[in-house]
């Protein structure tokens, strides 16, 4: 019999996006034409400038280790974004700079919480935050969606019946993903406004920031200053940059928050490659404008997609205005059908993979089950073909017409 396992640990969930994501390679090796819409990344690849100054830096040998939470020069220039973009005021040393947002969410639960701290996700939540409570001893409690998901996504009377005393941690994600939609700054104002005397961390993820289609993506902490001492900001480069590959992301927040990151930093990753950092310190000299094209052509993809979508009229959608998903509301479609039930996306999307060969992550997933993701950083071929394939599965389950 071997030693036993962490139990803590062992509750955790693999990443369900990943995990279809190998599916649909695993088919494809197969010789099957899969059209995959489950992956969380711009197909684009990353500007040639960003390219050039990691291979530089290589080049010149900058190979070793790098500095901890990131090089002063790279947090610099965080510090420089975001008071050029976001009209926020941050220091270096409250600059952490790790292997992908995901790593510095991670370590941030890991930094704020004690055995039992409850942490508030609103649903539909991206796959990590639970899991990540989790590792940490945390609880995650989820914030349902509302029932009619074209009212406000978030509001204090959404949030209110779940603060306790345990609550430690709130996280917020505008743009969203799974939901691809963008809070709308009278609201995030709203919200700041109702949590400025609630004695909790404020984690606010904004990774999706550059893709934002009918109007700016505004931060809580721009639009609501009184939260700043508490409020811990969460950006990257995978997705605006398309650098996903390249793992770097950064939080912006209080020192002693950012000094227990960091420190977690040195003692797990270590840091940075450091020509890594070369290639983030291009891409923020060149800012937003050097993906301004690519984002044009993200928004004339949701446009597609959404001119796709509403010859369904049984399908409906949360309001598609950012990010790159389209969280598909199936639930009317599913419960027409004799095969399934409302709630049951997940059965649904597998029969999506194995016999129509799209890949489409299920609502399940993100705590929002009868929905499902559909990620268009495609191209519109892909996603013309793709969505006929998705019109050919429901018409065969009898959820809608031919
Ligand atoms: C909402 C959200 N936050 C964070 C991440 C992590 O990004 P990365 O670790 O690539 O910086 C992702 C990636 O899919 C995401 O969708």
Redesign the pocket.
């Known amino acids: 019999m071997l030693p036993t396992l962490s139990q803590r640990i062992s509750q955790l969930q693999p990443s369900p996006t990943v995990a279809l994501n190998t599916k649909a390679k695993e088919l494809a090796d197969q010789g099957h034409k899969i059209i995959n819409f489950s992956v ?1 990344e711009p197909d684009f690849p990353t500007p040639e400038p960003i390219v050039k100054a990691a291979i530089k830096a290589l080049e010149a040998g900058k190979t070793r280790y790098g500095g901890a939470g990131g090089g002063l020069p790279l947090r610099k220039a965080i510090c420089e974004k975001l008071l050029k973009e976001n009209e926020l005021t941050y220091t270096p040393e409250q600059i952490v700079v790790g292997i ?4 510095i ?1 991670f370590h941030l639960s890991l930094a704020l919480l004690n055995p039992g701290d409850e942490v508030l996700i609103p649903a539909p939540y ?1 796959v990590s935050y639970t899991e990540h409570v989790i590792a940490a001893g945390g609880t995650p409690i989820v914030i349902p969606m509302p029932a009619d998901h074209k009212a406000p996504r978030l509001t204090k009377e959404m949030i209110a019946p779940y603060l306790t005393a345990k609550t430690k941690a709130i996280v917020i ?1 505008s743009p969203s ?1 799974p939901g691809g939609y963008v809070i709308p700054p009278n609201e995030v104002k709203a919200l700041g406004d109702y949590l400025a005397d609630k004695n909790i961390w404020i984690l606010s ?1 904004e ?2 920031e550059y893709m934002s289609f009918d109007g700016p993506s505004i931060s809580m902490a721009t639009l609501c200053p009184a939260v700043r001492d508490r409020f811990i900001l969460i950006n ?1 480069f ?1 997705k605006g940059f398309a650098m ?1 590959g390249w ?3 950064y939080m912006a927040g209080p020192k002693p928050v950012a000094d227990l990151v960091r420190t977690l930093q040195t003692q797990s990753s270590t840091c940075l490659p450091p020509f890594v950092e070369e290639g983030a310190l291009e891409a923020l000299r060149h800012g937003r404008q050097l993906m301004a094209d690519k984002m044009v052509i993200l928004q004339e993809r949701r446009d597609l997609a959404v001119s796709i979508l509403k010859k369904f009229p049984e399908l409906d959608m949360l309001p598609p205005n950012g990010a790159f998903y389209i969280f598909i509301d199936l639930r009317k479609v599913l419960a027409k059908s004799a095969l399934y039930t409302n709630d049951n996306s997940l059965d649904f999307s597998k029969k999506l993979l194995e016999t129509y060969h799209v890949a489409m992550v299920p609502g399940e997933a993100f705590g929002a089950p009868g929905f499902i993701r559909l990620s268009y950083a495609v191209h519109e071929d892909t996603l013309k073909e793709g969505l006929s394939r998705l019109g050919d599965a429901l018409v065969a389950i009898g959820g809608i017409r031919n």
């Open positions: 969380g992908g947002a995901k790593e969410l991206w994600t993903n993820d990774i999706y990257g995978s996903t793992r770097v992301g």
